[in-house]
């Protein structure tokens, strides 16, 4: 087991394509670490350095204390599960799993103890004898999680691993993930586009942006102080409602928020940190599940009335679709319990927990600090 | 279902209709002469009596075989094709897998791989002859700069066969560089990585997944060479060794 560390590391392709800047990051020892970010942000060029597949153009990276920029990828002692699984075609599942273990020359004995343990674990060893292309794509990735479980290696990445599976299978997989990190306690670099797979699994989410981190943290801290737009519009789904407004200094510390047919004050003790803004535009971070139907449920709210444009019924919940009326009217998405319905046009008095608000300067997007 | 069944045998009926001139002309090409050779074989046919009328079973076969020219000829045959094949497989894979691994200027390289391929035959064993004729070629006079006595290329007994191989190789082996080469870039790249982390060298990697990959690209290439190399009455070899050997009159690889 070993901690995986980036120095400033950048990655220009030969075609000029420079796909990561600067990038930082420390991976603690055991450590279940997301790469978290849309399609093209370098989160598996980021991956495929550390795998040892493709050359670091600048910076160090370090594995355990040694630096292992100019290390081959065998000796890297690292597994990588390829996003589109990368099982050796003409090997049957048996020989996909045993032939790294047989290129390092461990004894046949110790690699058939392994092999079935790990082929019982994922329950593929009724498969022993099938070819890649006679698998399901669920059974194609457990056996591909399988050939990199085998090696006991000091780290796993796995490249969107669950990216090909249907709804169900995920689910599943992801609680497997994470029993299987609770007892092997070795480190995994995670890398996935679902941010539903990224705030179940992870201990930590590094989220990116063309090929930038933007921000590293738990689940929960991440998802409640995003430190800009993109973060607070990336995670959950639905994901926070962002207006456009301005604030204006209400006295005493207080600052009142404008946004379209939406005016509330936030009380001095909330809004240390907005006051200096006053007078200038800002995007106002309102997350779904902090709206309620009746004032008395959180401590600070404020009313918010919105007009209902549609109602998504999920059985556990529904999502109301509303707008916020006025000259500046956006459409806001609110969590309402099971058994609320409004039809189109119907007036909705909501309750906003204050405590929740999130604001963004409109200029650089970043989040304005509460205190 | 039943409509899907109809598609499927309308498409068939089409398929079939597409390729019937195909066939048709296969069969008067290569199966009617195939047939007609294996009939006239087993009767008493000569060209001054060109008829069916003495069915002479296997005779035509066996004295054939009793004839020790031909048999010589035989063994010649036999020898030619294995070396040939096995020589120009081991240069083609070798020069194949390393184009693979080039980028820049593949189209030029395939092009100078293909010339000797458009090279009319009987101008292929012109040239050569040329090159290795004895007193004037440029072949002997090479060898003589780096006093190198010269060599009968084509009138010795122990040298011709050798210089004929030599020639088919030359002439041929882009052939297979071509074919292999279409294998080699169509693998999958995704298990050269997988066997990288996993730790295999690139001997390793060559062996144990190139290799099986590339079986049926491997027998098929060389069913294909080996039937071009070893069938009788070819257009190709005869007349380029006709061209190579005329004038030296001498049966050493007739
Ligand atoms: N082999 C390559 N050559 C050139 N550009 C590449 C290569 N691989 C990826 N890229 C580019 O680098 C960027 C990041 O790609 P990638 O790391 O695959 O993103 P992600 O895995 O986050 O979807 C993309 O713009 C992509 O087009
Ligand atoms: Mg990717």
Redesign the interface.
């Given at each position: 087991m070993a901690s995986i560390t980036l120095k400033n590391i950048n990655k220009t392709y030969p075609n000029g394509v420079s796909a990561v800047h600067d990038v930082s990051l420390d991976i603690r020892d055991g450590e279940f670490m997301i790469l978290l970010g849309p399609s093209g942000c370098g989160k598996s060029t980021t991956l495929r350095m550390i795998a040892g597949l493709e050359s670091i153009t600048s910076g160090d990276l370090l594995i355990g204390t040694n630096r292992v920029n100019d290390v081959d990828p065998a000796q890297r002692d690292i597994a990588i599960v390829f996003q589109n699984y990368a099982l050796y075609p003409h090997m049957t599942v048996l020989d996909n799993l045993s032939f790294g273990l047989k290129l390092r020359g461990v004894d046949p004995t110790e690699i058939s103890r392994r092999v079935q343990r790990t082929a019982e674990m994922l329950g593929i060893h009724p498969l022993f004898d099938r070819k890649p292309s006679q698998l399901s794509g669920g059974q194609r990735q457990r056996v591909a999680l399988g050939r990199a479980l085998v090696r006991e290696p000091q780290a796993f990445l796995l490249d969107e691993p669950l990216s090909n599976l249907d709804a169900t299978l995920r689910a599943a997989m992801r609680t497997e993930l994470i029993k299987l990190h609770r007892s092997l306690g070795t480190t995994i670099v995670h890398v996935t586009h679902d941010q539903v797979e990224a705030m179940t699994m992870g201990e930590r989410i590094c989220i990116m942006k063309d090929g930038e981190i933007v921000q590293v943290g738990e689940p929960m801290d991440v998802y409640r102080n995003p430190v800009n737009t993109f973060v607070a519009g990336f995670l959950a789904s639905p994901p926070m409602n962002l207006l456009a407004g301005h604030l204006e200094d209400a006295g005493d510390g207080a600052v009142k928020v404008l946004s379209g047919n939406i005016a509330f004050t936030i009380p001095s003790h909330l809004a240390k940190g907005f006051s200096s803004h006053a007078g200038k535009p800002v995007t106002i971070g309102l997350r779904s599940e902090d709206f309620y139907l009746s004032n008395g449920a959180a401590k600070h709210t404020v009313p918010v009335n919105v007009e209902a444009v549609t109602t998504e019924v999920l059985g556990s919940e529904v999502i109301l679709v509303a707008s916020t009326g006025g000259n500046a009217a956006a459409e806001i998405q609110v969590r309402m319990p099971r058994d609320f319905r409004a039809s189109p046009g119907e007036k909705v008095a909501l309750h906003f927990d204050l405590s929740q608000i999130q604001v963004f300067s409109t200029t650089t997007t970043r989040a304005l600090p509460r205190i | 279902m039943n409509q899907l069944v109809t598609i499927e045998s309308a498409d068939r009926r089409f398929g079939w209709f597409m390729s019937a001139p195909t066939l048709a002309l296969l069969l008067a090409v290569i199966l009617f002469p195939v047939f007609w050779a294996l009939f006239t074989s087993v009767h008493d046919y000569t060209l001054i009596a060109p008829d069916f009328d003495t069915f002479t079973g296997l005779q035509n076969y066996f004295s054939a075989l009793r004839n020790s020219e031909f048999r010589h000829s035989l063994g010649l045959t036999a020898f030619f094709v294995f070396v040939v094949v096995l020589i120009e497989f081991v240069i083609g894979f070798g020069v194949a897998l390393m184009l693979n691994s080039v980028n820049r200027f593949k189209p030029i390289y395939y092009g100078i791989l293909l010339c000797p391929l458009l090279m009319n035959p009987v101008i292929v064993g012109l040239i050569w002859r040329m090159f290795l004729h004895p007193s004037l070629g440029i072949v002997n006079y090479l060898l003589s700069v780096v006093s190198i006595e010269p060599v009968n290329w084509l009138g010795s007994t122990n040298v011709a066969i050798w210089t004929i191989v030599m020639v088919d190789i030359w002439h041929q082996v882009s052939f297979m560089i071509v074919l292999l080469l279409a294998g080699l870039s169509a693998l999958?790249k995704?298990?050269y990585?997988?066997?990288?982390?996993?730790?295999?060298?690139t001997f390793?990697a060559f062996r144990?997944?190139t290799l099986?990959?590339m079986w049926p690209v491997i027998i098929v290439t060389l069913l294909i060479r080996l039937i071009f190399a070893g069938r009788p009455g070819d257009l190709d070899r005869p007349c380029q060794l006709f061209h190579l050997s005329e004038g030296v009159r001498q049966p050493s690889c007739r």
């Open positions: - | 999958p995704e298990p990585e997988a066997a990288r982390v996993d730790g295999a060298s390793k144990h997944i099986p990959l």
